[in-house]
C-alpha cells in the first residue's frame, strides 16, 4: 500500500490537460513513466495530477477541522452506528483512534499529493520546456508539497519527511522526522515557490504568488514570528485582491476564483467524477431532501453533520450579515413542517443531481489574509494598524468599528472575528491550537456539550495536550516498522 502510494506520481492516474483557461480535474487519459515526462504538455498535465487529492482531502476536512472544535457538531442517530458514523462522532468528541478512517483519509491524501509533486521534481530541472513555463510549474509542485506537508504537521506533528520519488520499501519506510524539520522544509519549499509563481495565471484554479505568501503567512503565525508574518502578509495585500461587497457571493459557484480567492479546491458537477457533496452533508438527514436543495434523494445516511453550535450561533453579532449567508435556522421537512433545526447553507447552491455538487472549498481568502495580519501586528503591539484591518473585515459585515482598543481586548475581538468569518471553512480547530487555547475552550465546551446531550458517556472531551495532534494511522504503523505512534493513542 505504502508503495503504491507514494508512486502514484509515475502513473499520474488523475492527471489531465488544461482546457479553456480552467483547471480542469477530469481524468482523460492513464500514461506511464517510459513514455511520459517529456514535453512541456507532459509536465503540465503532471502538475495538474498534484491538485487532484486535494479533492479527497477536503470531501471530509471539515470532520478534523471544524467538528474537532466548538463550532459544529452532530446529532446523534442511534439506529446508525456503523463506522463511517462514529469514526466522525469520535473524532467530535476527541475519542478517536488510530484505526479511524477519515484520519487515515487525510494522511494518505496529503502523501499522495507529495508522491505526486516529489515526480515532478526530481526531473523539471532537466526537462526542455520554456524558463517561464518551467518555473511556473515548478512553483505550483513546491507550493503544494509545502502545503500538503503543512496540513500534515498541523494534525499528526512530526512525519516521514519524502523529499524524492520511492522505488524500493527501504525509501519508502522512512522514520519520522521531527515537526521542526518538516516545517523547515515547508519554509523552504513555500518561499521558493513564491518567487517562482506568477502573480495571476492563465489557468484559474492554479495557485499563486499570493496562495505561496499566504502559506508563508501561516507558517510565520505558527511559528510566532509574527514580524515575518506581517512582511509577507502585506505582501498578499499589495497583489490585487479585494474583498467582495457580498459575502454570500464568494461561495457562490457562479464566483468561483473570485477576487477575494487566494486559493480554493476546485470542484466541478457532473458524471465527471469531480463534484462535491458538502450541501449534502451539511443539511439535515431526511427521507427527501427537495425542500432543503431542490433535488429528490434520501440523504438519512448522509446529512446532519456539522451542525451549528449555540456557542458559534452566539457569537454572531446583530446585524451581522454573515450569519444569514452562512447558516439555515430551520427546515422544511418531506411533511411540509417546518423544523427549527439550524445547518450550515453557505455551501448550498442550485444544482443538477441530488448529491451532486458544483461548489467548491475556499482554503486562503483575502479576509483571512486581513485578519492574520491584523494578528500579526497586535502581537507586535501595532493595535492601531490591527484595527484598520479588523474593520474592513467588519464593515463588509455590516457592522461597526470594533470597540477594543487594548492588545488583550484586540486579540480576543479577532479571534472572534475570525471565527464567525471564517465559519464552516476549517480554520477554527487549528487557529485554536495555534493560540494556545484549545484546550480551555473545548474543555469548557466539552462540559456544556456532556451536561445537554444525554448520549455523551463515558471519557468524551479529554482534552488533553496529546489530543491537540491526531494518531498516525494504524495501516501506516503496520506498512512502515519506522514509525512510532503519537503520544496518548
Not at 506520481?9 to 490537460?17: E, N, T
Not at 448522509?302 to 449567508?325: C, F, H, M, Q, V
Request: net charge neutral.
Amino acid at each position: 500500500m505504502k508503495i503504491k502510494l507514494l508512486m502514484a506520481g509515475l502513473v499520474l492516474l488523475g492527471a489531465s490537460s488544461c482546457q479553456k483557461g480552467f483547471l480542469e480535474l477530469t481524468p482523460k487519459t492513464s500514461v506511464t513513466e517510459a513514455d511520459f515526462f517529456q514535453s512541456e504538455d507532459d509536465f503540465t498535465k503532471a502538475v495538474t495530477g498534484i491538485y487532484r487529492p486535494l479533492q479527497g482531502l477536503y470531501n471530509d476536512a471539515y470532520v478534523m477541522g471544524e467538528m474537532r472544535s466548538d463550532n459544529t457538531y452532530y446529532l446523534f442517530n442511534s439506529s446508525n452506528r456503523g463506522g463511517q458514523i462514529t469514526d466522525k462522532e469520535n473524532i467530535n468528541t476527541f475519542t478517536d483512534v488510530a484505526t479511524n478512517g477519515y484520519i487515515y483519509n487525510k494522511y494518505i491524501n496529503n502523501y499522495s499529493g507529495i508522491a505526486k509533486a516529489n515526480a515532478v521534481l526530481v526531473r523539471i530541472d532537466a526537462a526542455n520546456i520554456g524558463a517561464d513555463v518551467k518555473s511556473n510549474l515548478k512553483g505550483q509542485a513546491k507550493f503544494l508539497r509545502a502545503f500538503y506537508y503543512l496540513d500534515l504537521v498541523q494534525y499528526f506533528g512530526g512525519v516521514p519527511l519524502q523529499l524524492k520519488e520511492v522505488r524500493t520499501v527501504a525509501e519508502a519506510n522512512l522514520p519520522r522526522s521531527s515537526a521542526a524539520d518538516v516545517y523547515k522544509q515547508i519554509l523552504a519549499d513555500a518561499t521558493d515557490a513564491s518567487t517562482l509563481l506568477p502573480k495571476n495565471q492563465s489557468i484559474k484554479g492554479q495557485v499563486t504568488q499570493g496562495s505561496a505568501k499566504m502559506l508563508l503567512g501561516y507558517y510565520y503565525m505558527i511559528q510566532k514570528q509574527y514580524a515575518e508574518a506581517e512582511k509577507v502578509l502585506k505582501d498578499v495585500t499589495a497583489l490585487g485582491y479585494s474583498l467582495l461587497p457580498d459575502y454570500a457571493s464568494i461561495f457562490d459557484p457562479a464566483n468561483k476564483n473570485n477576487a477575494e480567492s487566494i486559493f480554493e479546491v476546485q470542484y466541478l458537477q457532473g458524471t465527471q467524477g469531480v463534484q462535491s457533496n458538502f450541501a449534502y452533508q451539511f443539511a439535515p438527514g431526511v427521507t427527501d431532501t427537495k425542500n432543503i436543495t431542490g433535488q429528490t434523494g434520501n440523504s438519512q445516511n448522509l446529512g446532519d453533520w456539522n451542525i451549528p453550535t449555540s456557542d458559534l450561533l452566539a457569537a454572531y453579532e446583530s446585524g451581522d450579515t454573515r450569519k444569514a449567508a452562512s447558516v439555515a435556522d430551520s427546515y422544511i421537512n418531506p411533511a411540509g413542517e417546518v423544523v427549527a433545526q439550524p445547518f450550515v447553507k453557505k455551501y448550498l447552491h442550485p444544482h443538477a443531481q441530488f448529491n451532486n455538487t458544483n461548489d467548491n472549498w475556499p482554503v486562503y481568502r483575502y479576509a483571512d489574509a486581513l485578519l492574520l495580519l491584523a494578528e500579526s501586528l497586535n502581537e507586535q503591539n501595532k493595535s492601531a494598524d490591527a484595527i484598520v484591518l479588523l474593520n474592513q473585515v467588519r464593515t463588509r459585515a455590516k457592522l461597526s468599528a470594533t470597540t477594543a482598543n487594548s492588545q488583550a481586548d484586540l486579540r480576543i475581538a479577532i479571534a472572534k472575528e475570525r471565527r464567525v468569518e471564517l465559519a464552516f471553512e476549517n480554520h477554527r480547530w487549528l487557529d485554536l491550537v495555534r493560540t494556545g487555547q484549545a484546550i480551555p475552550v473545548m474543555t469548557a465546551y466539552g462540559a456544556k456539550q456532556k451536561a445537554i446531550r444525554p448520549y455523551l458517556t463515558g471519557n468524551v472531551y479529554n482534552v488533553t495536550q496529546d489530543r491537540l495532534i491526531f494518531p498516525i494511522p494504524q495501516n501506516e504503523l503496520l506498512i512502515n516498522l519506522s514509525l512510532e505512534q503519537n503520544p496518548g493513542y
